[in-house]
C-alpha cells in the first residue's frame, strides 16, 4: 500500500490550490484552507477518521469535507504517478544509454 503524507501534499498545493478546492463545495478560501489542513493533520491511511476529526474540529460537513479529501488524495495519486514514471524514465534511460554506450 502506498504510504500517504497528505499533509506534504497540502503544503506543496499552496493556499490558492487549496481555496480552488474548496470554492465548488462552498468554502470560502479560509475554511477550505482550514478544513484541507486539518484533513491533513488527521489523516493516517483512514480517511474516514480523518474526516471526523476534520468535522470536530472546523464544524464543517462531513460530505464537504468528504469530498475535500478526495480531490486531495486524487492529487496526492496524482502526483505519485507522476514520480514513479520520472523515476521509470530515468531508469530507462539509463539501461539504454549503457546498452548503447552513451
Not at 476534520?54 to 460537513?61: F, P, Q, R, S, V
Not at 544509454?97 to 552513451?102: A, H, S, T, W
Request: net charge neutral; hydrophobic share 45%; charged share 25%.
Amino acid at each position: 500500500m502506498l504510504d500517504i503524507d497528505l499533509g506534504k501534499i497540502v503544503t506543496k498545493l499552496g493556499e490558492d490550490t487549496l481555496a480552488d478546492i474548496g470554492a465548488p463545495l462552498g468554502l470560502s478560501r479560509e475554511l477550505s484552507i482550514k478544513a484541507a489542513y486539518s484533513l491533513a493533520s488527521n489523516f493516517h491511511g483512514n480517511k474516514d477518521e480523518a474526516i471526523a476529526a476534520a468535522a470536530k474540529e472546523t464544524g464543517i460537513g462531513k460530505d464537504v469535507l468528504e469530498a475535500m479529501i478526495a480531490k486531495l488524495l486524487d492529487e496526492a495519486r496524482q502526483q505519485a504517478m507522476g514520480a514513479v514514471k520520472d523515476q521509470a524514465a530515468n531508469a530507462a534511460k539509463g539501461m539504454f544509454g549503457k546498452f548503447f554506450g552513451r
